[in-house]
């Protein structure tokens, strides 16, 4: 039994899976939340069309779901 129903967000080009797990084009899958708290919370506004907005499917956003904030350093 293979029933694997992709759907893919026509906004943020990221693929969801059965409804749960999601798909980024580059590191590894997460959830409706990661996506929410990388993306799709910064697209609501301007684009309408995002499948990841019913936030009855978005847990409250943890410090790990948003991207690791980067830091350049520099050494002599
Ligand atoms: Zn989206």
Redesign the pocket.
């Known amino acids: 039994m293979s029933s694997e129903n992709i759907e893919i967000?026509p906004?943020?080009k990221?693929q969801i899976k059965n409804d749960r797990e999601v798909i980024f084009s580059a590191g590894k899958p997460g959830d409706r939340t990661k996506?929410?708290a990388r993306?799709?919370q910064y697209?609501a506004e301007q684009q309408k069309g995002?499948?990841?907005?019913d936030l009855a499917k978005i847990s409250p956003i943890q410090a790990t779901d948003g991207y690791k904030p980067v830091t350049f350093e520099q050494k002599e």
Do not use: A, F, R
């Open positions: 967000c906004v943020c990221v996506l929410w993306v799709c697209v995002c499948i990841n907005q």
